[in-house]
């Protein structure tokens, strides 16, 4: 996730994913304090998601597998290391859809999520280290990748995202993630505004 403003969040890379930005994107500023992302997670949150049901569709390439039951939006989700050839584009694959209100590149979202790398499934940040309350960020301030996987999905939404380095941090290493890393997020929407 990926923010660059001062929030103690859950580890450091959630405040790099932003900060740093990608290898082509300059970094930027949020500005918010702690209280205020809180204050606006709670506020995005307050819509209740409708119409959810597991996904049905088979997982595309690069998607690597999600173990325990990763339907279960209340849990953390599980990433098991990625199997072949890391994808060299943006891959995604819903876990859980619902229908309704659904997020635009314009949009401050409130989501949990697990970061992991694909080459060996470690985790290297999530919004669960701190409870299931969710972070609250606009989706302008986060590294292409995670933005461009989170737009279109609908409240109350789980999905895989796979960002490749070009999407992410490119070939410098940010904190826990090594350069050129692919990254794997499951992201958990619960809140837009």
């Not at 209740?48 to 690597?64: D, H, I, N």
């Not at 999520?113 to 919004?127: E, I, K, N, R, W």
Request: charged share 10%; proline share 7%.
């Amino acid at each position: 996730m990926l923010r660059s403003s001062a929030v103690a969040l859950t580890a450091a890379s959630l405040l790099l994913l932003t900060a740093c930005g990608s290898s082509d994107t300059p970094a930027s500023s949020a500005g918010a304090g702690s209280a205020t992302s809180r204050a606006a997670a709670t506020t995005a949150a307050a819509a209740e998601p409708t119409g959810c049901a597991p996904a049905t569709a088979a997982a595309p390439a690069g998607v690597p597998a999600l173990t325990g039951n990763p339907t279960d939006t209340t849990t953390q989700a599980v990433i098991s290391a990625g199997t072949g050839t890391a994808p060299a584009a943006l891959v995604t694959q819903d876990v859980v859809t619902c229908t309704g209100t659904a997020a635009t590149a314009a949009a401050t979202v409130a989501v949990r999520y697990t970061g992991a790398l694909y080459t060996d499934g470690t985790v290297f940040d999530a919004s669960w280290k701190s409870g299931n309350a969710p972070v609250s960020f606009p989706l302008s301030k986060v590294v292409p990748g995670f933005a461009q996987g989170i737009v279109g999905m609908h409240l109350g939404d789980r999905r895989v995202i796979v960002i490749p380095p070009a999407l992410g941090y490119g070939a410098r290493t940010s904190g826990p993630i090594p350069g050129g890393s692919t990254l794997v997020f499951v992201v958990d929407l619960v809140g837009i505004s």
